[in-house]
Nanobody, 126 residues
Framework: QVQLVESGGETVQAGGSLRLSCAASGRTFSTYDMGWFCQAPGKDRELVAHISRSGGYTYYAQSVKGRFTISRDNAKNTVYLQMNSLKPGDTAVYYC???????????????????WGQGTRVTVSS
């Protein structure tokens, strides 16, 4: 099992940048694929970005391609989300998620992940 704690959310003006961090407990962090989700008020939780356990594969939602970058440091048990050129539409609670090793294929869905953090709020003002 892994516990996840997000940080870095705050209020920022449109066009600004933020870096979110997600610290994971446990010695098996490097075996988990990781994802960042966002949930705006009244909307479903959606995948923003995904990174494989080695960092060799990444996936981005179309809405953030070219603006957000997911990365990880397995030595520090931490995954990051660098958010640039922020827009008011990026306003949401951002959640970190971990996918335990398994044989079944990964899909960009909430159900592909097993563990969740408590979320960190990002507000982008216009």
């Amino acid at each position: 099992q892994v516990q996840l704690v997000e940080s870095g959310g705050e209020t920022v003006q449109a066009g600004g940048s933020l870096r979110l961090s997600c610290a994971a407990s446990g010695r098996t962090f490097s075996t988990y694929d990781m994802g960042w989700f966002c949930q705006a008020p009244g909307k479903d939780r959606e995948l923003v970005a995904h990174i494989s356990r080695s960092g060799g594969y990444t996936y981005y939602a179309q809405s953030v391609k070219g603006r957000f970058t997911i990365s990880r440091d397995n030595a520090k048990n931490t995954v990051y989300l660098q958010m640039n050129s922020l827009k008011p539409g990026d306003t949401a609670v951002y959640y970190c998620a971990a996918r335990a090793p398994r044989d079944s294929p990964w899909y960009p869905l909430r159900s592909s992940y097993d563990y969740w953090g408590q979320g960190t709020r990002v507000t982008v003002s216009s």
